[in-house]
């Protein structure tokens, strides 16, 4: 009798060891899966600033050798003034605007890390 009982806990305790580790299992499944598509994310947003970055960088480049090339054709100081002030205005509203679509981008990227940061928080 004493027999039985002792089986039948040590079976109660390894259905319940199963299932434990069963539902462990699938929960390490669905983080491993949540991570993966965050990180993906992640990538997609960090290689989409990089490019942002390239593409700014470039047009700046060709903002510089414009402004070069027109400074060859200057006759006066007040022509080199004019054509500096147009330039140097024209670069701190395009500095502006390039500085908006970074922090956005930059956001974007960040976002999916976040998220996961505070759902782990929450489950803690």
């Known amino acids: 009798m004493t027999e039985n009982v002792v089986r039948h806990t040590a079976e109660r305790g390894a259905a319940h060891a199963k299932d434990a580790y069963r539902r462990t299992q699938e929960a390490a499944g669905e983080t491993t899966k949540v991570m ?8 997609k947003g960090a ?5 942002h970055l390239l593409d700014i960088t470039q047009a700046n480049m060709n903002a510089a050798f414009d402004f070069a090339r027109e400074l ?13 002030t147009a330039h140097v ?3 701190v509203e395009t500095l502006t605007k390039q500085t908006q679509d970074l922090t956005q981008l ?3 990227a960040a976002q999916p890390l976040q998220t996961v940061g505070k759902t782990f928080n929450q489950s803690s």
């Open 72 to 84: 060859t054709h200057v006759k006066s100081l007040p022509e080199f003034f004019e054509l500096s």
């Open 47 to 51: 290689a989409d600033f990089n490019l």
């Open 106 to 108: 930059a956001t974007q």
């Open 36 to 43: 993966e598509q965050t990180y993906s994310a992640a990538s």
């Open 89 to 91: 205005r024209k670069q």
